[in-house]
């Protein structure tokens, strides 16, 4: 599946390979070089953790390598009164009376634990392009689904403070 980014996404992961390239690549095989000066390379433990380490850090460039070469960046098209891309949205959840916060974010940027939920999401296509006043139906799967009205919807085309969920 193609990873659908915002422009921001785009150059924060490219600025995470940077790092990961010029900074933690260079700390990581210093240490694999230290860790193989003490001796004994089968009992050596810092030799294994180190390249543990190296390994990891390269593992991550090349996924997130892959990532930007197969990624869509999308823009927010959505009308002034229609649920965004990093749109703060109230909603009104009829099955619990309770209202709920939810920003729409990216897949990569989703966090239910700080109210982030992604594009991807049930709820996420479900609310995306509503508008306030809407009922929507949110289907979970072919057996379950629940109701939804849009209460409000704050606009904020701001992404640059979220960070990027690590892998």
């Known amino acids: 599946m193609r990873e659908r980014l915002t422009e921001s996404d785009v150059k924060k992961i490219e600025e995470e390979i940077e790092h990961r390239k010029l900074v933690v690549r260079k700390e990581a095989i210093e240490a694999v070089k230290e860790a193989r000066a003490h001796g004994d390379l089968s009992e050596n433990f810092e030799y294994h953790a180190a390249k ?3 390994n ?8 997130l390598e892959r ?4 990624a869509e960046v999308i823009k927010d ?4 009164d229609e649920v965004g891309m990093n749109n703060i949205v109230h909603l009104y959840m009829e ?4 209202m709920e916060t939810y920003k729409l974010v ?3 940027r989703g966090n239910s ?6 594009i991807e999401s049930p709820l996420g296509k479900a609310i995306f392009g509503k508008k306030t006043g809407d009922r929507v139906t949110v289907k979970v799967n072919d057996t379950y689904s629940y109701e939804v009205v849009i209460k ?3 606009k904020n085309t701001d992404d640059s403070g979220d960070e990027i969920r690590k892998f």
């Open 106 to 108: 990216t897949s990569i």
């Open 67 to 70: 990532m930007l070469k197969t």
């Open 113 to 118: 634990l700080k109210g982030y939920i992604s």
């Open 52 to 54: 543990k380490d190296k």
């Open 77 to 80: 098209h959505s009308a002034r």
């Open 95 to 98: 099955e619990d009376d309770e």
């Open 152 to 154: 409000g919807i704050e």
């Open 56 to 63: 990891k850090n390269e593992s991550r460039i090349r996924y």
